[in-house]
């Protein structure tokens, strides 16, 4: 019954992601008046696409990331914690296997891919496998694939697109105050995408990003929020990875709201490659419904 529960916890904590110019006429070409105020703003935007293309770049050149870890999540009325293993491939996979203490076998899995989200219960024999769409709390917040991976891999993501390449570094607004302080102190880069707010937060001289947070407000069911922290940065390979993940997810549930907490503690990481990318489900397990999974963690 424990090991059902941990199960259920740790899926549960996963799935609740027009300006105008003054123009002259000359000659039937369009010239733009200079003055200081649009000065101003060129240099303001200019700083603004430097901060963003450094913290784009702290990004790990690494296709793989493989680590052991510990895995504990807080669903209010309890906490527990596990060892598991965390198998990343950019633009493919997010995997997350669950074990037994001490003997280390696996219990559950959860797999992330581009087109579905896979949790494997090895205890009971049965599975889910389902889109983004069909995740409400995903959905809600436009955490897809992408999106998702990005918060694993530390980085910065636009709703809706596979990468940020450097064209879309100019949608993100960073806050130039804060940079003037230098240090450690966190810089605001943020993004709005309709009912979506997303926030990180980035030291001003590294570049590394500190904290992710997408927020969805909805007129009839109030504010869902997923943060996600990072600390505890160590090297691998060029770069720094943050081995300390905690992800703290605020939805409304029943008209109250309910609040998950899951860290990932990484111990080690490595890049190697000889692992699948995709879980087949055994014909033995039997699939079923996201909803049931979701219905008895709110009993938990």
Not at 59 to 88: C, M, W
Not at 90 to 116: A, C, H, N, W
Not at 139 to 158: A, E, P, R, T, V
Not at 165 to 176: S, T
Request: glycine letters at 6%; aromatic letters at 10%; one cysteine or more.
């Amino acid at each position: 019954m424990k090991t059902k529960n941990i199960y259920i916890g740790v899926v549960a904590a996963l799935l609740m992601v027009s300006c105008g110019t003054h123009k002259t006429a000359v000659q039937n070409k369009s010239v733009p008046v200079v003055t200081k105020e649009n000065v101003g703003t060129a240099a303001a935007s200019k700083q603004k696409l430097q901060f963003a293309q450094k913290v784009a770049d702290q990004a790990l050149y690494q296709k793989n990331l493989v680590s052991d870890l510990s895995f504990t999540v807080n669903t209010g009325s309890r906490e527990i914690t596990v060892p598991g293993i965390l198998h990343l491939r950019k633009d493919e996979v997010i995997r997350l296997q669950l074990l037994i203490p001490l003997l280390r076998s696996e219990v559950g899995r959860i797999e992330f891919t581009k087109d579905y989200v896979l949790f494997i219960d090895r205890m009971h024999k049965q599975y889910v496998k389902a889109s983004y769409n069909d995740v409400s709390f995903l959905k809600d917040n436009g955490i897809n694939f992408y999106s998702l991976q990005s918060l694993f891999w530390n980085q910065l993501f636009i709703p809706g697109k596979q990468k940020v390449g450097e064209n879309g570094l100019a949608e993100f607004d960073v806050d130039l105050t804060k940079m003037q302080t230098g240090g450690k102190t966190p810089v605001p880069l943020t993004l709005k995408d309709g009912k979506m707010e997303y926030k990180w937060l980035a030291e001003a001289v590294t570049g590394l990003i500190s904290m992710a947070e997408a927020k969805y407000t909805s007129a009839n069911h109030g504010v869902s929020t997923l943060n996600w922290n990072y600390r505890d940065f160590k090297k691998f390979g060029a770069k720094q990875f943050p081995a300390t993940h905690e992800v703290v997810i605020v939805t409304p549930a029943a008209g109250t709201k309910k609040t998950l907490k899951a860290t990932f503690e990484l111990d080690g990481f490595s890049d190697k490659a000889d692992w699948e990318s995709f879980t087949t489900p055994s014909d033995k397990y039997k699939q079923v419904g996201v909803e049931e999974i979701l219905g008895k963690l709110m009993k938990l």
